[in-house]
């Protein structure tokens, strides 16, 4: 066991063993991670690392005390509301990622169902694309899950899920796009199902939130999947995605203010005081939100749509090139900035997904696993600009490599629990 030291050691020499830690991390900032690490390019990161300098300490617990962070996650939030085309009424709050904007939609869910229809062992319902937070949502909130399948192209089978929808029904869930595959669900058929049984309709743009508004301004297909689509009750949106800002933010939107006050907690009984929270955090940094603004300013929608340009453009050279490597194939026909990479199973022998996972480290290239099937997962974005050539040259040679190799290894997730 590590003990911390007795005598402190000066800021250079801490920084420098900080520094030399990230030795075996990955390299995202030679483009070579296909997730985990959204990169702007430099301006962005020189205006986030100002902003972080200058909200480094703040709080954003009580924004009596830190007004400037009151006005930060309203700006945010109306900034984002516009984007996905809601109107005054669409109020939101920041959260600190993907997870919690999820967590609070399924709660606000949960307890509008209690209150204005009085149920007292609520049900969700989601494709078993749906993001795995959605499912900690229901195990942390005590709602029971009903899991239906995706069609064939991977998209919720929406007749599926009206068949498990009952009067316990508070939430149906749709993802644009879902994060497997990166293909979209089907919302407007989702959100008509939630409202035909006064449930909420969340959609799940944690991915797509900050590409799909740009998408459509050039001019690509987009189907309907936001607070135009009548029946969604709930969107969330991360920014720490292909927002570009760094980690520790999203949005979560609301219909209304009245749906809105059904995440919130206040509670007026308590020896420390009035205490009111948001979202699902206490003492909250304002960091994460500074930064966020400040990205956001900095890039303006003209700067969005050029980073989306540049995305979409590689994720579609990505998919034809992998398209053109035999043994190998991609998952749906996602057109956006997601691409899930299977084995053919036409070819003999087939594939070992993870295998081609490993050898792709071996040069450098780290996806995430995922499956079934066997598949390696890439979230493309401007991180990736001026290197998927080598990297499709890179994919060619590994693949030759591991035909008819294999690994045992079939962990697909890394996080660190012991
Ligand atoms: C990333 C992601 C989430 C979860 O967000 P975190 O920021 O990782 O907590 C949820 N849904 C989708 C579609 C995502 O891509």
Known sequence: MASLQQHGRPVEDVINDLTAKRVNDVKWADGRT???????GPSVHDVAEQAARVYLHENALNTKAFPSLGQIQSEVVSWTAGLLHGDDDVAGFLTSGGTESILCGVLAARERGRIERGITEPEMVVAESAHAAFHKAAHTFGITLHKTPVLDDWTADVEAMAAVCGPNTVLVVGSAPQYPQGVQDDIPAIAALAASIGANCHVDACMGGFVLPFAEMLGREVKPW????EGVTTISADIHKLGYAPKGVSVILHRTRESRAYQTFVFDDWLGGFY???NLQGTRSGLPMACAWAVMSHLGIDGYVELTRTTLANADTFRSGVAAIEGIRVLGDGRFHL???A???SFEPEIDMFALGDALIAKGWF???????????????????????????????????????????RRTNYATLE
Not at 226 to 229: I, L, S
Request: hydrophobic content about 35%.
């Open 226 to 229: 936001d607070f135009r689509v």
């Open 367 to 409: 996806h995430d696993r995922q499956g079934p099937p066997d598949n390696l997962h890439s979230t493309i974005s401007n991180t990736n600009a001026g290197v998927i050539e080598t990297y499709l040259g890179d994919l060619a040679d590994c693949v030759a490599t591991v035909v008819g190799t294999h690994t045992d290894d």
């Open 276 to 278: 009111a929270s948001p």
């Open 34 to 40: 296909f997730g985990m690490v959204y990169d702007g």
């Open 339 to 341: 691409v899930a990479m």
């Open 343 to 345: 084995a053919d199973p």
